[in-house]
């Protein structure tokens, strides 16, 4: 077995569903309790107190921006808040009109939908979406390599794949769009707080992510990390007040881009879901995503030893996979699902694939009443 388990405590620092098994971290993160406090100090309390409260909204909002870059080893000034991880894509693929005469969006069947319903979507704007062969594989930058032309002008690579787990190469399919003269935006939806997310190192031009997942912040809190060398060069079209240099300025003849990331960031922003996410980002950050990573995987493998043997029939992930153990259930789907309804086992199904995932307040009791509910 790989990874050492994290003390039992950590589970007091987080409200957990009582009596069950809660293995949905993949779909919403459990609420830190260092949340509720962290709302009213920031959000409500300045706002019963002053009235007009921007000043220390703002000063809550750039919090969540340095601790985010912590956690990911980037610099603030390329992180944008955005309220969910289309509008952030969307405000992306905005910049890139002018920007490229390519025209066509490359991603992979398996991207979670809401992607392809974006890219699709600009078909009016004379944008083209193509899809890697259903049966490619997502992690090898050779499958993108396979599909990258002259007209691609960008890549979208999830860096864990919300249906089966896999866990992407993203520097090296980075690398070989960058080769093709495309861009690489990696959506770290369903990594970031559990596996190791390192913008700067993997070379891709942007990234997305969202905090209502590992990093237990809840929904409303995501954001658009863009590469130093687009950061004050791209000019995205979707645009508002809080694009700009000053918001405060209120010249309606006088626009000028935010030198950072803040350009992407449009109208009045949401200031609630950020404090939010600032108290998960901050729970993550100090439990360590290593440690999480490695907990993950010991009760992944927990589990594996002492299934896979009892289920031949079931198909187990195999090779680089993110923090989600998915296992392909086949013809037994309906019995699997019966049997966590009635342990009370919180988990879920995309098909006829079982997600199961560990995050830092599960232990070994979830992995023994797992066992015996499907052994």
């Known amino acids: 077995m790989t990874g050492a388990l994290l003390p039992e405590a950590i589970r007091d620092r987080f409200h957990l569903p009582p009596g069950v098994p809660y293995l949905k971290s993949h779909s919403v993160g459990c609420q830190p309790r260092a949340a509720e406090a962290l709302l009213r100090d920031r959000l409500l309390m300045p706002w019963r107190e002053t009235g007009e409260a921007w000043p220390h909204w703002l000063e809550a909002i750039d919090a969540w921006r340095a601790a985010l870059a912590k956690l990911t ?38 991207a979670f939908p809401t992607i392809g319903y974006l890219a699709s979507g600009l078909a009016a704007a004379g944008w083209k979406t193509r899809y890697l062969p259903g049966d490619a594989e997502v992690r090898d930058a050779a499958s993108w390599t396979a599909a990258l032309d002259g007209d691609v002008a960008l890549v979208i690579a999830m860096h864990v794949s919300s249906n089966s787990g896999a866990l992407a190469d993203i520097a090296a399919i980075a690398s070989a769009a960058k080769a093709a003269g495309a861009r690489c935006i990696a959506d770290c939806a369903q990594s970031v707080g559990v596996v190791p997310v390192t913008p700067d190192a993997w070379g891709v031009d942007a990234v997305l992510g969202t905090s209502v997942k590992w990093l237990c912040g809840g929904p409303g809190a995501a954001w658009l990390w863009v590469a130093p060398h687009d950061r004050s060069t791209l000019d995205p079209m979707e645009r508002g007040w809080w694009s700009h240099e000053n918001p405060f300025e209120m010249n309606i003849h006088d626009f000028r881009y935010a030198p950072d990331a803040r350009r992407w960031w449009g109208g009045t922003p949401d200031v609630a879901p950020f404090i939010l996410s600032t108290a998960g980002i901050e729970a993550i950050a100090g ?49 699997v699902a019966d049997l966590l309804g009635r342990h009370h086992i919180r988990a879920d199904f995309r098909g006829t694939v079982l997600r199961l995932s560990f995050h830092a307040y599960n232990g070994i009791p979830d992995v023994e009443r797992t066992v015996a509910a499907l052994g």
């Not at 000034?77 to 005469?101: E, F, H, K």
């Not at 490695?294 to 195999?318: E, F, G, V, Y």
């Open 73 to 110: 080893g980037a610099e603030a000034q390329d992180l944008c808040p955005a309220t969910n991880v289309t509008a952030a894509l969307s405000r992306y693929i905005s910049a890139l009109g002018p920007a490229t005469g390519r025209r066509t969006i490359l991603l992979a069947p398996s």
């Open 287 to 335: 439990i360590g995503v290593d440690a999480i990573r490695a907990h993950n995987r010991r009760l992944q493998d927990m589990l594996r030893d002492a299934l896979a043997p009892k289920t031949p029939q079931w198909r187990w992930p195999k090779g680089n996979f993110g923090g989600t153990l998915c296992i392909d259930t086949g013809a037994d789907q309906p019995r």
